[in-house]
């Protein structure tokens, strides 16, 4: 099965609107994290944040915000206020227990429209 | 500003010859790194495991032959990619983290292509 599962290829949203990519992931640790990357054209991966699955509260950065369903085992990433720039590819990943290795989504590729 | 970076970020080398990327690790010592290797539009694919003074961890279907991991110190892991040809042009990218925080950072990315 897969670890984690991104079912949008490809999204649309309007400049200045809210915009929620799916993700949902697969473990049997009851200790993990999700993170969530966005990787521009340039093919850099930057960290945009990140959710332990001890944590509460839903983690936000700025614009980002995770929407974290435990029981659904959902990690969905909301980007509020879509500016032109945030077009990119965004891939969901998770880290089980305590290690270095990630297990990414397919991503998600997010075309802003003026 | 970058904690991983990433050296070269692009390269193009003749069809068998060897082509030699650099991830170092800028502020923190790594003792493990990650190399991925990502084809256009697709995902990352998880190629090994590079740790410090021992032997790289491959991936099933990963050429240990072929791509040469070496990390020879905690801030430095190379990855050569040995007699390269045209299918072994791709994105690659190395990843580390530090032993305390929770995020895993990425090198730049190295675009190969071999022709």
């Known amino acids: 099965a897969q670890k984690i599962t991104q079912t949008q290829p490809g999204m649309f949203v309007q400049e200045k609107e809210a915009v929620t990519l799916d993700c949902t992931y697969d473990?049997?640790?009851?200790?993990?994290?999700l993170f969530w990357y966005k990787q521009p054209s340039s093919g850099e991966m930057i960290f945009l944040i990140y959710?332990?699955?001890?944590?509460?509260q839903n983690a936000t950065e700025g614009r980002y915000s995770l929407n974290f369903q435990k029981a659904r085992k959902s990690a969905n990433l909301v980007i509020s206020a879509s500016q032109l720039g945030d077009s990119a590819m965004y891939f969901c990943a998770m880290r089980e227990g305590t290690g270095n290795q990630f297990y990414f989504g397919t991503g998600t590729s997010l075309t802003v429209i003026p | 500003g970058a904690v991983v970076s990433q050296h070269p970020s692009w390269v193009i080398c003749k069809s068998g010859t060897s082509v030699k990327i650099e991830c170092r690790s800028l502020d923190f010592q790594a003792t493990t790194m990650f190399w991925y290797r990502q084809f256009p539009k697709q995902s990352l694919m998880l190629m090994a495991t590079?740790?410090?003074?021992?032997?790289?961890?491959?991936e099933q279907g990963v050429e240990k032959d072929k791509f040469l991991i070496n990390h020879a110190s905690l801030t430095l892991s190379t990855l050569t990619v040995t007699s390269a040809h045209p299918e072994d042009s791709s994105f690659y990218i190395c990843s580390a983290g530090r032993n305390s925080g929770n995020t895993i950072y990425f090198g730049e990315g190295s675009w190969l292509t071999v022709v």
């Open positions: 473990t049997s640790d009851q200790s993990y994290g």
């Open positions: 959710q332990g699955s001890y944590d509460e």
């Open positions: 590079s740790n410090e003074g021992s032997k790289a961890t491959y």
